[in-house]
């Protein structure tokens, strides 16, 4: 059986919208077949930020419980979205699950890409896996 890769960037501490996208991307790992997810955090460069996964981890299992079959990345990048971008591609994502508050940063990102941003389409054709939008 093939595994689906489903990524989640979320922010550390985690914030109300993180934990709110987090819970929406466990939902779509245990609706998916097979599905393996990857919690995601971005230490900015310019913030001299230095999450660990161990406090990621932590502060994920705090809020939602234990996620046994969950990976814990933390990357460092000048740039969040490119950062995440990256991982996505990195790992073959099949879904990417993102925060409502977070599409708009998207599309200023793929507006300086491309004249009309639809940013579930763009990361879709770009990155052939499906975004999914959480609510809050």
């Known amino acids: 059986m093939i595994t689906q890769q489903v990524v989640v960037p979320v922010r550390y501490p985690l914030t109300a919208h993180s934990k709110a996208t987090l819970r929406k991307a466990i939902a779509v790992a245990e609706d998916a077949d ?6 995601l955090h971005v230490n900015l460069y ?9 406090d990621l981890k932590e502060a994920v299992e705090a809020a939602v419980g234990e996620l046994p079959e969950a990976r814990y990345v933390v990357r460092t990048g000048l740039l969040v979205e490119e950062t995440i971008l990256d991982e996505v591609v990195e790992q073959g994502a099949d879904i990417v699950v993102i925060g409502q508050k977070q599409a708009p940063r998207w599309r200023r990102m793929v507006r300086r890409i ?5 940013i579930e ?7 052939d896996a499906k975004v999914v939008t959480a609510s809050v």
């Open 34 to 39: 097979d599905a393996e997810l990857t919690v």
């Open 46 to 54: 310019h913030e001299n930020d230095h999450t660990s996964r161990s």
């Open 121 to 127: 389409q763009y990361l879709e054709r770009e990155l």
């Open 114 to 118: 491309v004249d009309d941003p639809d």
